[in-house]
C-alpha cells in the first residue's frame, strides 16, 4: 500500500451511505475502507497519516463549469461585485496601469447591482478609452459591454445584424451592448492567448480549484487545440485535474473527436457536445414562451435555429456521444425537449443533459423522466438572481425556476455545479445554496423557495457521485469504495452536521488527487 488515512470520519458517499474510519490506498486508488482495527490491522502501508478525527468525503467534482475559460480570465481585470459602473471603470484604470496589453478585457460586472439596474454606456468608457479597444464581458458571460475604438476595429455599426444576438441602440445610438451572439462579433478580433499563457492559464485554475476540494471539472464547451493541450499536460504529468470536455460543435471538432467515437484516458473524457440554445436571464436573452414581465414585447434570443440543434443532436447520437444544451428559459427547455424526446424516443441510458434548466413551464417538468433527460444544474444561481429574477418573470412563471426538488424527483438525481467563472468556484457555496437557499450572508431569513431545497446528502451526492454519474463516470470516481480513484478532500468540521449558517465559510483542510496529495491549508489547525 502507498497510503493509509485513519482516525477520519469518512463519508463514502455509496449505495448507503456509509460511514467508515480508514482507508488504504494503493496504485492510486482505494483498495479497502473499514474501521481503524480492519485497516490498520490487516494492511500496511508507505506512509500512513492520522487525520485526528477530521472528516473526509470523495473529491467534489462541478459538473459545468468553464476551467480553462476561468485561467485565462485570471489575467484580465475582475469586474465581480462592482457596485456601479464607475467602479468598474475605476478597476479597468488600475488593471491597465499595472497590466497594460493591446485590448482592455474584463468580466464580472451585473448591472443588477447597480442603483439603477441599467445596462451601461459605451460614451463613459470612450471618455478613458478614446483610442484603446475595450471589451467587458457581464458576470453570465451573455452580455458584453465595447468602446468605439472596439466597435470600430469589429467593423460594427448600426446596420450590423447577426443571427441570436443583438447589438443594442438608444436615441439612434450603439450603447456598446453586445448581446449573445454579437458578443463573437467582436471578441474575435481579441487576440489570443500564447501558448505560455495558456499553460499558465490551465495550471492556475488547477490550484485554486485544488484549494476548494474540486478534483474533477466539466468543462462546458472547449476547442480540439485547448483539448489537446489539456491532454498533453495530463501525460507529462503537469496538470492532475481530471477533465470532462463538452465539444463546442465546430466541423473541426466534430471531426477530430466525436466522428472517431469517444475518448477516454485517465484524467480525460471527451464525449459529449455542447450546445446553446438560448442566452441568459440577466441579460434578458433566455428564451421565454411568453414576454419578460419587466420587458413586454421582448421573448429573449434563440442562440441557433432548432433545426440545427436537432442536425447536431443527431450526429450526437450516431457517434454514442452525450448532448448538453444550455436552456435557461422555459421556451429553450421545451424546445430541446422536444428535440430530445423525436431522437431518444422513451426511457434510455444516453444520459442527455439540459445545462441549468433553470426555468421550466410547468407542463414539461414530466419530459425529464419519460425520456431519462439529465438535469444539470446551479443551485447558487438562484441565490444570485433572487433579488431580481421575479420582476423578469412574474409570480408565477418564478415558480418553475430553479426548481431543485421538483426536478430530482424526475429520474431521482441530478448534478450541481457552478458554471465558473459566472459564480465562485468554491464548490461549498452550491452545497449551501442548493440546502439553505441563502446567499452566505444568509439572506433571505426563511431561504428561497424552500420547497425546492435539496437535503445535505442530496446536495453532496449531487456534487460526486451524480456528477460522476453524468458524465458515466460513477465506476471510477464520485465515492469512497475499493477500486475507485482516490480522488478525496478533508475538512475540520463536518459539512453533514455542522451548523448550516457556517458553511459558506468552511475551508478545505487537504484536497488528494489519485492519493496523491495536491493541496494542504497553511492554516495548522
Known sequence: ?????????IYTVDGGFTLAQSAAIRNGRFAAIGSNREIMGNYRAAKTVDMQGRFVYPGLIDPHCHFYGYGTSLINADLSGAGSFGEVIDRILSHDRELPSAWVLGRGWDQ????????????QLDKFFPDKPVLLTRIDGHAAIAN??????????????????DFLEKNGELTGILIDNAIEKVKKFVPPPAYEQKVAALLNAQDNCFSVGLTSVGDAGLDHDVIGLIDSLH?????????????????????????RGIYKTGHLNVRSVKLFADGALGSRGARMIDEYSDAPGNYGLLLETPGYLEKISRKAWEHGYQVNTHCIGDAAVRIMLEIYSGILAGKNDRRWRIEHAQIVHPDDFD?????????????IHAISDMKWAVQRIGPERIKGAYALNQLLSQNGWLTNGSDFPVESINPLLGFYAGVARKDPEG????GFQMENALTREQALRAMTIWAARAAFEEDEKGSIEPGKLADFIVTNEDLMQMDMERVPRLKVHSTYSSGEKVYASEDPY
Open 235 to 259: 501525460r507529462s504529468g503537469d496538470l492532475k485535474m481530471k477533465v470532462y470536455a463538452m465539444l463546442n460543435p465546430t466541423p473541426e471538432n466534430l471531426q477530430t473527436y466525436m466522428r
Open 1 to 9: 500500500m502507498e497510503l493509509i488515512i485513519y482516525n477520519a470520519r
Open 443 to 446: 439572506f433571505p431569513e426563511n
Open 112 to 123: 443588477n447591482l447597480w442603483p439603477l439596474s441599467e445596462f451601461p454606456h459605451k460614451s
Open 367 to 379: 419530459l425529464f423522466a419519460r425520456y431519462s433527460v439529465i438535469p444539470s444544474v446551479q443551485a
Open 148 to 165: 468605439t475604438a472596439a466597435l470600430l476595429i469589429a467593423g460594427v455599426d448600426r446596420a450590423t445584424k447577426i443571427e441570436g444576438g
